[in-house]
């Protein structure tokens, strides 16, 4: 198939006519670029004349030499000889033939003096300063830095000349409408808005590669960093755009808001009430911290249904006013017509709702959380939930899971890469061997605890969420300052001891909907390859309180610290302890 070059005569004519732009500077006596060993500090501070004041420098030329010097040297008053003269090695260096001395010559005046024509140059002298490179760079990482900026710079210039045919500015992103379905040039697929990285693995290559020699470094970071924070580039305008999809894609997500009554819109901070409900599970002592500590936070009423019966806890519970117990025993089941769930999270979300129904003329807020979660809050817990907007269904609390000291109560939590704004990436310098394998590093849920309005009709109360008509509500807001403590691994003992329960029936079941190797995978792994000293391992680096992991966390803002004294809560609440 016969094919017709963009450019007549093909290559050999391209590089005909690059030739020919590369004849060498004539000279008249006693003109040429300075030695090797010239005195570049003295260079330093001297500025540039102008040279239509100075006899020497004016016309007529004698030479292209000093067409070219009066040319920079008008260009350039002002500057520091050190500016002249970058620029005039560029201007040999750009032909054919040159003096012996003057890729050295221009190595050595970056190597020195780099970070003065930083400051002195504009953008585009500093981009064909890092185009020299490209071509006499004293090494490989000079020489393929300043290739691959040129070829950026120089397609760059194209593509946005060519651009400004389409009435737009620089600065003004294509609309998101209108994308015609067509192969690239070479057959190249098309970049993607929503989830392409090109854009990001070209800057990121170029500043590493750089890295490698001291000299080039400093220019090129200085040329990235200028092309990143500017606004007309490409790299910007598909930030917006892709800022804008998003934007989009939210705004034509499924919208399933939960009506909230217009009697509960306007209910002010002192007639708000609020409760919690948890299914529970546990000795008589943990039941019992668990209250104290929510009922000190405020807490209007607590329904706690007791999944293993026994009537010696409820007893205890059941001597403060504001506990509400309910035994889950045979009769319990007979009497709501239902037969027992299997699940245990299915009777949670059971008793959950039945409570969010039953206590609509109690309470305004119900919270569902677990006996081993703990809230903690930067303000009285009603003031937080006042502040929740008035059309609002659900009241999300995300979770802090706590480092397991040696000894003792935990008192520092971490939070996950997402709540504080962390690259996923920064997870392995976190944990350095399992990190990457569990989502965000946490053990357990990531996803936090609801807090629900009561009286809005057909919801269903879960595990993590409100449903409306089947449906996750949408209408919900995260309040500022509030984290749920969830003490999951609070020792290397608890851990092991309920490992087997969450693997089958718990939070380290298969999750298929996770692409990362997920706890029941990794620990069973764990535990058939290495037994208990490779899930000990595992522990001591994800669970385990110690310095070095406080520090990591701490230096990404994914720690936060909380001291608990629950005997005294149980003491102040229930006057003993059970």
């Not at 002249?84 to 050595?108: E, S």
């Not at 309470?363 to 703990?374: Q, R």
């Amino acid at each position: 198939m016969s094919r017709t070059p963009t450019y007549k005569g093909g290559i050999n004519a391209l590089l005909a006519q690059y030739e020919g732009r590369r004849d060498s500077f004539s000279y008249a006596e006693g003109e040429g670029l300075p030695p090797l060993d010239v005195d570049l500090n003295t260079l330093a501070n001297q500025v540039v004349p102008d040279p239509n004041h100075i006899d020497q420098e004016t016309r007529p030329f004698r030479s292209s030499y000093h067409r070219k010097r009066f040319q920079l040297r008008e260009e350039l008053q002002g500057l520091s000889e050190l500016s002249y003269l970058n620029g005039m090695l560029i201007a040999h260096l750009r032909k054919r033939d040159v003096p012996d001395h003057a890729p050295a010559l221009f190595v050595r005046l970056w190597a020195e003096h780099g970070a003065q024509l930083v400051r002195e140059l504009d953008q585009r002298w500093l981009v064909s300063a890092i185009t020299t490179f490209g071509d006499h760079g004293a090494n490989a990482t000079q020489r393929a830095t300043g290739l691959a900026m040129t070829a950026l710079f120089g397609a760059m210039k194209l593509y946005e000349s060519e651009r400004l045919y389409s009435g737009l500015t620089p600065d003004q992103p294509f609309a998101l409408t209108g994308k015609v379905r067509a192969k690239l040039p070479l057959d190249m697929d098309s970049y993607s808005i929503s989830g392409g990285g090109l854009d990001v693995n070209l800057i990121a290559r170029l500043w590493q590669e750089a890295q490698g020699d001291t000299t080039i470094a400093p220019l090129a970071h200085h040329l990235i960093e200028l092309l990143i924070h500017d606004e007309r580039t490409l790299f910007r305008r598909l930030q917006v755009m892709k800022t804008r999809r998003d934007r989009l894609k939210k705004v034509k997500a499924k919208s399933n808001i939960a009506p909230v009554p217009v009697d509960r819109l306007t209910i002010g901070q002192q007639d708000l009430r609020w409760g919690i409900v948890s299914t529970i599970k546990a000795p008589l002592g943990q039941i019992a911290r668990f209250a104290a500590h929510h009922l000190e936070l405020g807490a209007d009423t607590l329904h706690i249904f007791l999944d293993d019966p026994k009537p010696e806890t409820a007893a205890f519970l059941a001597r403060h006013p504001k506990i509400h117990v309910t035994l889950c025993d045979d009769a319990y089941w007979q009497s709501t017509g239902k037969r027992r769930m299997e699940a245990h999270q299915l009777r949670q979300a059971y008793n959950a709702t039945r409570t969010l129904r039953a206590t609509e003329d109690d309470l305004h807020w119900l919270g569902h959380i677990d006996v081993d979660e703990f809230i903690m809050t930067d303000a009285p817990m009603i003031e937080k939930l006042a502040s929740v907007g008035p059309a609002i269904s659900m009241a999300r609390i995300p979770p802090a899971e706590a480092l397991a000291p040696d000894r003792g109560t935990p008192e520092y939590f971490k939070l996950t890469h997402k709540q504080a704004g962390v690259k996923k990436s920064d997870l392995q310098d976190i944990y350095p061997t399992f990190g990457l394998h569990l989502y965000g590093g946490f053990l357990s849920h990531s996803s936090g605890k609801v807090f629900a309005r009561t009286g809005i009709p057909d919801t269903r109360l879960g595990i993590h969420t409100l449903k409306y008509n089947g449906e996750d509500a949408s209408n919900r807001e995260k309040p500022e300052g509030l984290y749920l403590a969830h003490f999951h691994a609070p020792s290397w003992e608890h851990f092991r001891g309920h490992l087997d329960f969450r693997q089958t029936k718990g939070s380290y079941r298969p999750r298929s909907e996770r692409p990362e190797l997920g706890q029941a995978e990794l620990l069973k792994f764990l535990s058939d390859e290495e037994g208990d000293a490779g899930l000990r391992a595992f522990f001591d680096e994800v669970c385990a309180d110690t310095p070095e992991l406080r520090a990591r966390l701490k230096a990404r803002k994914m720690l936060l610290h909380h001291q608990f004294d629950f005997d005294a809560s149980v003491m102040r609440v229930f006057g003993r302890m059970p």
